[in-house]
C-alpha cells in the first residue's frame, strides 16, 4: 500500500506539470488529448526501433552503417535509451488506445471520425520505424528473392541463396515452406526487383501492403457492423485501434492486415449481394495466405438465409468454391506455383514452435519415440497432421450444422479451431479472430479485460523477444530491462492508473475488501459492487 499511494502521489504531481500533463490526465471531453498521447507513444517506438529494431547488415543496406544511427545501435547508452523508449512507448500507446473509448464517448464526438483519425495519426511514425517484434518482412524479401532466382518457395529455401542471413532472414524461417499464397508471392518477386536487393526499399514497399490491410479494416468493419447490428466504433476500436495491431501490421510490417480486410470485404460484398464480386476479394486474401480458406464454407452461407435447406448450402458453396478454384488456378499458372501452397500448408509443422501446444505436444511425442529409435521429425509430424485433421472436421462440422450459425462469426471459430490446433502460433494470429468475433457478439465485461491483458502481454512478450542487438551487448540484460520498464507500466496501467484501473475491475482509490461506510451512518457497510455492464468497462 505504501508503494501505491507514493506512485499516485508522484502521478498527481506529474499532472501539475503542463509538460507531462497530457501523458498523465487532461481533459476528460477531449479525445485530442488521447490522440496525442498516442502520437507521442509512436514517435517513441519509432526512435526507440531506429536502435533496437531490425535492420540486415548486408552491404546494399543504405542505413546499417548511418552515421546518425550507428550511436543508437552499437554504444550501450544508445541501446539502452531505444530499449526504454520501445518497451514504454508500447505501454503509453496502450494507455492512449484505453484512454480513447471513454474520452470518445465522454464527448458524445462522431466515434467513427475520431477512431480513424487516431489510427492514422499513431500509425504515421510507424511508417518510418524499422521493423518491430519481428523480422518477418526479411523473409518476405527472401522469398522474392528466390521467385526471382527462379525457384519455388514452396520447394526451395531462403538458406539456399548467397548471404541470406546478412539479408535479415529469421533462421527459424529460413529452412521452411513459404505460408504465403502465389498473388503476395508475386509481389514479393515484384518488391525485390524494383528494390534492387536494398533491404530499406523493400520493407518500404511492404509496408505499403501493411497499410492497405489497415485501410481495408477501416473501411469494412464499420460497415459489416450495419449489417450485423454490431457496435462499429466498439469492433473498430477493439480491432484496428487496437496497438497490438498497429504495432504488429505497420510497425512488424506483416501482410496479416490485408488478408483479414481482404476476408472482410469480401464478407461485406456478399452481405450488399454482390456475390460474385465478394468471393472473388475473399480469393484475393486466399492468395496473400491460404490459410483463410477456411472461412470460404461460411462466405457461401452468407449467401442464404440462416434456416436454408441443405441443396441451397450446396448451391452456394458449389458458386464459392468455382470461382476461388479459378482464381487460385489463374495465379497459380501466373506465377508458376500453380497450387504448391496446398503442399506447403500440409507441412506447416515444419517450423513447430515448443510453445504452441500442439508443437510441443507433437515434438514431445517424437523425443519420446525417438527414445525407442524412432524419427523424431517424423512422429512429430504424424501428430500435427492429426491435428490439423481435426481443426478442419471442426470446420466442417460448424458448415453443416442446422440452423447455420453467424456467418462472420463462425469464420472467426473456424480460424480459432485452426490456430489453436496448429503446431505454429505467432502473437499477431489472434488479430485475424478479434474482428470475426467483435462483429458477431457482444461480449461479457470479464472476456473484455482479459483481452485487455492478453494483448498487453503480448506486445510486450514481442517487445523483449524481438530486439535487435549487437553481439558486444549482453541480449539477456537488455531483455531484462524492457521486460521490468514494460512490466513497471503495465503494472501502473492494470492496478494503479485511476483512469485505466477500473477498465481492468481494480480500483486504485480503496484497498480490495476495504469496507465503505454509509454517507449517513456511521456503520460499516460491507462492498457490494454491482456487476459492470460492458460500456461501462470500456468507457462507453
Not at 37 to 46: D, E, I, K, R, T
Not at 55 to 81: A, H, K, N, W, Y
Not at 137 to 163: F, T
Not at 339 to 349: C, E, L, S, T
Amino acid at each position: 500500500m505504501a508503494t501505491t499511494r507514493a506512485l499516485e502521489s508522484v502521478r498527481e504531481r506529474s499532472a501539475r506539470i503542463p509538460l507531462l500533463r497530457h501523458l498523465t490526465g487532461g481533459g476528460e471531453n477531449s479525445p485530442n488529448i488521447a490522440i496525442g498521447q498516442g502520437l507521442l507513444a509512436s514517435l517513441m517506438v519509432m526512435v526507440g526501433s531506429w536502435g533496437v529494431g531490425w535492420i540486415p547488415s548486408s552491404q546494399e543496406s543504405i542505413l546499417s552503417r548511418s552515421r546518425f544511427l550507428l550511436p543508437l545501435r552499437v554504444e550501450t547508452l544508445g541501446v539502452v535509451i531505444c530499449t526504454l523508449l520501445l518497451a514504454l512507448g508500447s505501454m503509453l500507446l496502450f494507455r492512449a488506445w484505453l484512454r480513447l473509448r471513454q474520452r470518445t464517448r465522454a464527448a458524445d464526438a462522431q466515434p467513427l471520425r475520431v477512431l480513424r483519425r487516431a489510427i492514422w495519426t499513431w500509425s504515421a511514425p510507424l511508417f518510418l520505424s524499422f521493423p518491430i517484434l519481428s523480422q518477418d518482412v526479411y523473409s518476405y524479401l527472401g522469398q522474392g528473392r528466390l521467385m526471382h532466382a527462379g525457384r519455388s518457395p514452396y520447394q526451395d529455401w531462403v538458406s539456399q541463396l548467397p548471404g541470406w542471413f546478412a539479408q535479415g532472414a529469421d533462421s527459424l524461417w529460413a529452412e521452411s515452406s513459404s505460408p504465403y499464397g502465389p498473388l503476395f508471392l508475386m509481389y514479393a518477386r515484384f518488391t525485390y526487383f524494383v528494390s534492387g536487393g536494398v533491404p530499406e526499399y523493400g520493407v518500404a514497399m511492404m509496408r505499403l501492403v501493411a497499410v492497405a490491410g489497415v485501410a481495408l479494416c477501416l473501411y469494412a468493419i464499420p460497415r459489416l457492423a450495419e449489417h450485423t447490428g454490431g457496435d462499429g466504433a466498439w469492433a473498430l476500436w477493439i480491432s484496428v485501434a487496437n496497438p497490438l495491431f498497429l504495432l504488429n501490421m505497420v510497425g512488424g510490417v506483416h501482410n496479416d492486415g490485408l488478408m483479414a480486410g481482404g476476408v472482410l470485404l469480401g464478407f461485406l460484398l456478399v452481405f450488399r449481394k454482390k456475390h460474385v464480386l465478394g468471393v472473388l476479394v475473399a480469393a484475393l486474401a486466399v492468395a496473400i495466405k491460404p490459410i483463410v480458406v477456411l472461412v470460404l464454407p461460411f462466405l457461401g452461407l452468407a449467401m442464404v438465409p440462416r434456416d436454408a435447406g441443405l441443396g441451397a448450402k450446396i448451391r452456394a458453396w458449389l458458386l464459392t468454391g468455382a470461382i476461388a478454384g479459378a482464381v487460385m488456378a489463374l495465379l497459380g499458372w501466373a506465377s508458376g506455383l500453380w497450387f504448391g501452397w496446398i503442399a506447403a500448408m500440409a507441412n506447416a509443422g515444419g517450423a513447430a514452435f515448443p510453445y504452441a501446444p500442439v508443437g510441443l505436444l507433437g515434438m514431445l511425442i517424437g523425443w519420446i519415440g525417438s527414445l525407442f529409435g524412432g524419427d523424431l521429425q517424423a512422429i512429430a509430424g504424424v501428430v500435427f497432421t492429426i491435428f490439423m485433421l481435426l481443426s478442419l472436421v471442426l470446420v466442417f462440422f460448424l458448415a453443416i450444422r442446422n440452423p447455420a450459425g453467424e456467418p462472420l462469426l463462425y469464420a472467426g471459430y473456424a480460424l480459432g479451431a485452426a490456430v489453436v490446433l496448429a503446431p505454429i502460433i505467432q502473437p499477431w494470429y489472434l488479430l485475424w479472430l478479434i474482428p470475426f468475433f467483435s462483429l458477431g457478439r457482444r461480449y461479457p465485461v470479464k472476456w473484455e479485460r482479459t483481452l485487455y491483458v492478453l494483448c498487453l502481454v503480448l506486445v510486450l512478450a514481442g517487445v523483449v523477444d524481438q530486439l535487435s542487438v549487437g553481439q558486444w551487448i549482453s541480449l539477456t540484460w537488455v531483455r531484462i530491462l524492457a521486460a521490468i520498464a514494460g512490466l513497471a507500466y503495465m503494472g501502473y496501467l492494470v492496478f494503479i492508473d485511476p483512469k485505466t484501473a477500473s477498465m481492468f475491475g481494480a480500483d486504485p482509490r480503496r484497498p480490495r475488501g476495504a469496507p465503505t461506510v454509509h454517507p449517513k451512518s456511521s456503520k460499516r457497510l460491507k462492498t457490494k459492487r454491482p456487476k459492470p455492464r460492458r460500456n461501462e468497462a470500456t468507457g462507453s
